[in-house]
């Protein structure tokens, strides 16, 4: 159950909808890291690998036009901070978007990530730049800014 407490963050993107669909299900790797398959359709399994021993695993529950969701079901990060990856387990990342006369709007929600966790310090700030400016990028100009390893 998603609280106020859940790490969030929104960006008004100049695209379709149809865009942001596929940047967040095809083309993940051009925007926030290297990915071992598409993330198209509920019960998929992908793999961001962000080089060293770090990555996590997703299994998408949802990919519709409106909100894709992600359930993290691996997680082993480099941060050697203890707890920090049984933290990720289990969190679910929501990307909801919705087109107005100006763009589309996505609000991104890591739930579970909270202000008192232990990878909050490191997480949100790296949300906010994937979300805000890598995604935002990919999609306005064609060059996001993803982790290469």
């Known amino acids: 159950m998603e609280t106020k407490e859940d790490y969030r963050q929104s960006v008004l993107i100049q695209c379709s909808?149809?865009?942001?669909?596929?940047a967040l299900t095809q083309e993940i790797g051009e925007w926030?890291?290297?990915?071992?398959?598409p993330a198209i359709?509920?019960?998929?399994?992908?793999?961001?690998?962000f080089g060293g021993n770090s990555y996590w695993k997703f299994k998408i529950i949802s990919a519709d036009?409106?909100?894709i969701l992600w359930e993290c079901i691996a997680s082993n990060q480099d941060h050697n901070v203890e707890g920090i990856d049984e933290e990720w387990l289990?969190?679910?990342?929501?990307?909801?978007f919705t087109q107005t006369k100006a763009?589309?709007?996505?609000?991104?929600?890591?739930?579970?990530?909270?202000p008192h966790g232990k990878?909050?310090?490191?997480?949100?700030?790296a949300w906010d730049f994937y979300?805000?400016?890598s995604l935002k990028n990919f999609l306005e100009q064609g060059q996001g800014n993803p982790n290469e390893r």
């Open 103 to 114: 763009g589309v709007t996505v609000t991104f929600i890591h739930q579970g990530l909270v």
């Open 119 to 125: 990878c909050y310090d490191v997480c949100a700030p």
């Open 131 to 133: 979300v805000t400016e």
């Open 32 to 37: 926030w890291g290297p990915v071992d398959q």
């Open 65 to 67: 036009y409106d909100h």
């Open 41 to 49: 359709m509920p019960g998929d399994v992908f793999k961001i690998d």
């Open 17 to 22: 909808v149809q865009q942001v669909f596929k």
């Open 90 to 96: 289990g969190s679910k990342l929501h990307w909801r």
